[in-house]
């Protein structure tokens, strides 16, 4: 399968500072990635969509000017969490979808980042 | 995007098949259906994908019956590290990279 990584794998950071991550498809070219939250036992929450060289797609009640995507290349998208605060502590997740010999698309997950806001 | 039902935990013995099965009543005529395992902390990975019939791979099978509005993941002999949360998606998984909506999963134990 393909590999999507993410950078960094967790991360600590004070009430009102700026955290950036980092999803990269290692060996694919990802036209499209997508971004999710994860809290505790419960399920993905997808919070948009990052599209190469445009602007991405929040998903409804995601604040756009909060969490800042750049899909700067095929290979790389980021996630900036501005101004954080404890709530926004959470697991995010990255993914890149690769097309099949088939058809069909497959999304291919990164390892996740584990954000603490203190 | 269909909407999926699953059972919301399964329990299961080492050595053991376990089947988990996934209804998607409004499946449409180009969705298909996929099934992702995640564990704790990490990311979800692709388990395997199919649109009808039976698909199998090194690690699952995957059964949709004719009318396609229900699916079984089928996992061979579990063990212990196959204790995990898995989702199943259903979606139109071709022409382009669709987002997915995950469900709450099933969360699979499995005992010694």
């Known amino acids: 399968g393909a590999v999507v990584s993410q950078h960094p794998s967790r991360v600590i950071c004070k009430s009102g500072t700026s955290v950036k991550i980092e999803c990269r498809s290692l060996d694919f070219q990802a036209t499209t990635m997508f971004w999710y939250r994860q809290f505790p036992k419960k399920s993905l929450m997808l919070m948009a969509t990052?599209?190469?060289?445009?602007?991405?797609?929040?998903e409804q009640g995601v604040e756009k000017d909060k969490f800042l995507i750049n899909h700067a290349s095929l290979t790389l998208s980021t996630l900036t969490v501005t101004s954080a605060h404890p709530e926004d502590s959470s697991f995010y997740i990255c993914s890149g979808g690769l097309a099949g010999d088939d058809g069909t698309d497959t999304q291919y997950f990164g390892p996740g980042t584990r954000l603490t806001v203190l | 995007l269909a909407k999926t039902t699953q059972p919301i935990s399964m329990d299961s013995y080492e050595g053991q098949e376990v089947n988990i099965t996934c209804s998607h009543n409004?499946?449409?005529?180009?969705?298909?259906i996929t099934w992702y395992q995640q564990f704790p902390s990490q990311g979800p990975r692709f388990i395997i994908q199919?649109?009808?019939t039976k698909v199998t791979n090194e690690v699952a099978s995957l059964f949709i019956p004719a009318d396609r509005k229900s699916s079984t993941l089928s996992l061979p002999r579990v063990s212990l590290s196959d204790t995990a949360v898995y989702y199943c998606?259903?979606?139109?998984?071709?022409?382009?990279?669709?987002?997915?909506?995950f469900g709450a999963g099933t969360r699979l134990a499995v005992h010694p």
């Open positions: 998606l259903v979606g139109p998984f071709s022409g382009g990279y669709n987002k997915l909506i």
């Open positions: 199919g649109y009808k």
């Open positions: 990052s599209n190469e060289g445009s602007k991405a797609t929040y």
């Open positions: 409004n499946i449409a005529t180009n969705d298909y």
